[in-house]
């Protein structure tokens, strides 16, 4: 079963519009971490947010955290048509040996 | 990519015959993993590794052996191929536990018929 679920499951703005995808979880974590898919493509490591952090920024990336409702947003401020791709959530499923990929939320940015 | 790579990249076999997927790194990490996407299901861990000859199961290892002889390949292997088992199979590489980023392969996109 997945440990995280992400929604919307498919979001189309315009560019320069921000992008805001949610990510729900069921068990404890020990962090969080968010990946980008370009089509046809591997996943690609964005973001890191442990437990005790509560916000991260990278770039035109905020993400947050709230551990009492086990859920994370991830915020794409200023979107390009570069940024379409799908977006997953994943958790260390506790063993800290293993990740557990929600089902992503595919993202379209028009020009 | 970080320097892994998969192969083949593609490939059609039929129903029961066996088939490898082999996964290449060149980074000297410890840990590999190799995953299935599917439309609806995002990436499941079929099986790990933490290291030459330690490996365990992940959440859909079924129908999937691995063996690990050398730190930097990491073989899949359907003994008996079947049609639920066509999907996209990534690769992925961490030089920590889980806890921290891992690097994925480009994919290799495998076909049962």
């Known amino acids: 079963s997945q440990q995280g679920e992400e929604d919307p499951q498919a979001l189309s703005i315009q560019e320069g519009e921000n992008a805001t995808m949610n990510c729900s979880y069921k068990t404890s974590i020990n962090n969080l971490q968010w990946y980008r898919q370009n089509s046809g493509r591997g996943l690609v490591h964005l973001i890191l947010i442990r437990s005790n952090e509560r916000e991260k920024h990278s770039g035109r990336l905020r993400v947050t955290l709230d551990t009492s409702k086990k859920s994370s947003s991830l915020l794409i401020t200023a979107s390009r048509a570069a940024d379409t791709a799908s977006y997953f959530c994943?958790?260390?499923?506790?063993?800290?040996?293993?990740?557990?990929f929600g089902s992503g939320t595919q993202l379209t940015v028009l020009p | 990519d970080a320097g892994i790579t998969q192969s083949p990249r593609h490939k059609v076999t039929e129903t029961g015959t066996p088939v490898t997927l082999r996964c290449h790194q060149t980074?000297?990490?410890?840990?590999m993993y190799w995953y299935r996407q599917d439309p609806g299901h995002g990436l499941r861990l079929i099986h790990y590794?933490?290291?030459?000859?330690?490996?365990d199961k992940g959440e859909v290892s079924d129908g999937y052996s691995v063996s690990r002889s050398k730190t930097e390949d990491f073989l899949l292997t359907l003994e008996s191929a079947t049609s639920s088992q066509t999907s996209v199979y990534f690769c992925?590489?961490?030089?920590?536990?889980?806890?921290?980023?891992?690097?994925f392969g480009p994919g290799t996109r495998l076909t049962v018929t």
């Open positions: 994943a958790t260390d499923a506790g063993s800290a040996r293993q990740l557990t």
């Open positions: 992925a590489i961490s030089d920590r536990q889980a806890s921290y980023e891992q690097y």
């Open positions: 590794s933490y290291g030459v000859k330690d490996t």
């Open positions: 980074e000297n990490h410890r840990y």
